[in-house]
């Protein structure tokens, strides 16, 4: 038994005992005789062992003979006169299976990899959240982690510059539970309708397939909120030295419940132990070449060679009395901004740890699917309007992509889950117990098994009125530019600072559109007028001066903010503890 896997065996397996071992009377499977493909296994048998939750039992193909689909035995080529056959059916098959055998490829995050391993509770934090997993310091709870590149092709290489996604999934006692975040801290957008938008204009330009500048740039250039991001984007933080060495964020704002249902804000960090690292962009292009798989390389010769990888988990904490962008500065519900840590310090929850790569990549990795909207008792969503939406379409993504029976997969399988009994049914490919029995509607008076402890805490948001007005807090105001600002003066370094302006620059210099480049410099002027001047000495020739950028910054806050939805002073996110109860006790 391998290193990883001894350390992988201190699991807790009461879920799994329980889920698959336990009750065996008139149940037990006896070990068996061959492989079979897995099978004669169920998806909760095979995550548990690829996970490195449970050891042993058959992991490779045993069987004495080739066969296809059906079990039939595989022989040679059928021919008549040397030439194929239409009676053929093991060559049409294996044809067949090939012309199907790639999902959809993801319309967002389609290149990555990931690995297996556990998170460790490490600290009390039961006074916050009862959430099953975090109940317990020493609990480990088995994790799978995909990271990715965000917007360019599934083949595309993995260190071209480009967000990184960082998506964890815990198979907890309660459910599956997933983080879905960035190694950004914020996003390019608030507001949900502009989330194709930006993936978009990361895209390749539907004329040529080409990659597409001008869209990347006149989008930020029409975007104040989204250029934090893009400032980060353009740094050498866009191009991190592989999947390890990199820190994680879940960027939204999350609500976690304690037992007596009172909840706290909290936002997620995961902290690399190994440290942070990137390439400049000559170092990335130059890998681009020499190893277009550089860091999913990187990760699984790693763990191949018994290292584990380590983040510390920490969150930041806020009351919901103080969460108002009217006494912050800010609005902890907007995505695009980050809370200072000086003033809502780190604490530090737990530590996740990879150990296991996976058996199989289009199973394992490929198959794997994750949604904001998976979330566990004691963790829930918080007033962020890109959050309330990701919590759907991201699950509904993934049931174009791959199925709405998707939990099927052995790595979407909630394997750990104390009890499993859906009240979905049928669908394509669903092969597992279905309707178990139950009725295939409620209320029924045969069973009733709902679960009214895990209703999520009422809060109260700042308006009942429905209508297209907007409640971000920054919208229209030169303070969208702040934390960009802090960002640039305050943290970069003066190598940082170099580095951005160059790499903005080689990208600004591939824009055809004068107007793009100097609406661009504008909004980034408003973040620092040595940053746009520092991009602008980088261009080649420009058609404008710097005068034009000077005058354009004093109005780029309010582009394209139309005036009739402007927030009113009044209106802003909220989330606040309800001054009565609201359930009923």
């Known amino acids: 038994m391998s290193t990883n ?50 050891q042993g039992g ?72 009862k959430a099953n997993f975090l109940s317990t310091v020493g609990e480990k709870t088995p994790a799978f982690v995909r990271f990715s590149t965000v917007t360019l092709g599934r083949e595309f290489p993995d260190e071209a510059r480009n967000p990184r996604g960082f998506a964890i999934k815990l198979y907890t006692g309660e459910g599956n539970y997933d983080i879905v975040g960035l190694n950004f801290p914020v996003f390019f957008c608030r507001d949900p309708i502009q989330g194709p938008d930006v993936i978009r204009s990361q895209a390749r330009n539907p004329d040529n397939f080409l990659l597409d500048h001008d869209a990347l740039f006149d989008l930020l250039a029409n975007t104040p909120e989204g250029n934090h991001a893009g400032l980060m984007f353009f740094s050498d933080h866009g191009t991190p030295q592989g999947w390890r060495f990199k820190h994680g964020y879940g960027c939204h704002t999350f609500k976690w419940v304690n037992a007596e ?28 070449g020499e190893d277009p798989d550089y860091s999913k390389r990187d990760l699984w010769q790693a763990i191949e060679k018994g290292e584990e990888i380590e983040w510390t988990a920490h969150v930041q904490v806020m009351d919901p009395n103080e969460a108002d962008p009217d006494s912050l500065g800010f609005d902890p519900f907007d995505v695009t901004k980050v809370w200072p840590r000086k003033q809502f310090p780190m604490r530090k929850f737990g530590r996740l740890v990879l150990n296991k790569n996976p058996e199989n990549f289009h199973r394992d990795v490929e198959q794997a699917a994750f949604s904001p909207g998976s979330m566990v008792p004691g963790i829930e969503d918080s007033p962020d309007p890109l959050l309330q939406f990701r919590m759907f379409f991201y699950r509904d993504a993934q049931y174009h992509r791959i199925g709405v029976n998707l939990h099927q997969v052995p790595v979407n399988c909630p394997f750990m889950a104390k009890s499993y009994a859906s009240l979905n049914f049928d669908g394509q490919m669903r092969v597992d117990a279905n309707h178990a029995g139950n009725k295939q509607y409620a209320p ?7 679960r009214p402890d895990a209703a999520e805490a009422p809060y109260a948001v700042n308006d009942n009125i429905v209508s297209r007005k907007s409640h971000y807090w920054h919208e229209g105001k030169k303070s969208d530019y702040a934390q960009a600002t802090e960002l640039w003066t305050k943290v970069m370094s003066e190598q940082e600072m170099k580095n951005t302006c160059y790499n903005t620059a080689k990208g600004l210099r591939r824009v055809q559109f004068p107007e793009i480049q100097y609406k661009y410099l504008a909004q980034i002027y408003n973040i620092a ?16 001066g710097f005068d034009k950028v000077e005058e354009m910054a004093k109005t780029a806050h309010v582009w394209y903010k139309e005036k009739k939805f402007q927030p009113s002073t009044e209106n802003k996110l909220v989330g606040k503890m309800p001054s009565m109860p609201v359930y009923n006790v």
Request: proline share 6%.
């Open 5 to 54: 896997q001894n350390k992988a065996s201190v699991h807790p397996l009461k879920a799994t005992a329980e889920a698959i071992a336990g009750g065996t009377q008139g149940e037990y499977r006896a070990p068996r005789m061959s492989h079979m493909q897995s099978a004669n296994e169920g998806p909760a048998d095979i995550i548990s062992k690829v996970s490195g939750a449970s």
């Open 529 to 544: 007028p040595d940053y746009a001047r520092g991009v602008y000495d980088g261009l080649t020739d420009p058609q404008f």
């Open 261 to 288: 249902g009172r909840f706290v804000y909290i936002k997620y960090h995961f902290i690399a132990k190994h440290g942070q690292k990137q390439f400049t962009d000559s170092e990335a292009m130059q890998m681009c």
């Open 444 to 450: 029924n008076s045969f069973a009733h098994k709902f």
């Open 58 to 129: 058959k992991r490779v193909d045993d069987g004495a003979y080739f066969t296809n689909n059906e079990g039939h035995p595989f022989p040679d080529p059928k021919t008549i006169g040397g030439i194929p056959v239409a009676s053929d059916v093991h060559l049409f098959q294996k044809q067949q299976t090939f012309n199907r055998s790639k999902n959809l490829e993801r319309m967002v995050h389609p290149c990555g990899s990931g690995a297996f391993g556990f998170f460790e509770c490490t600290d009390d934090v039961t006074e916050l959240t």
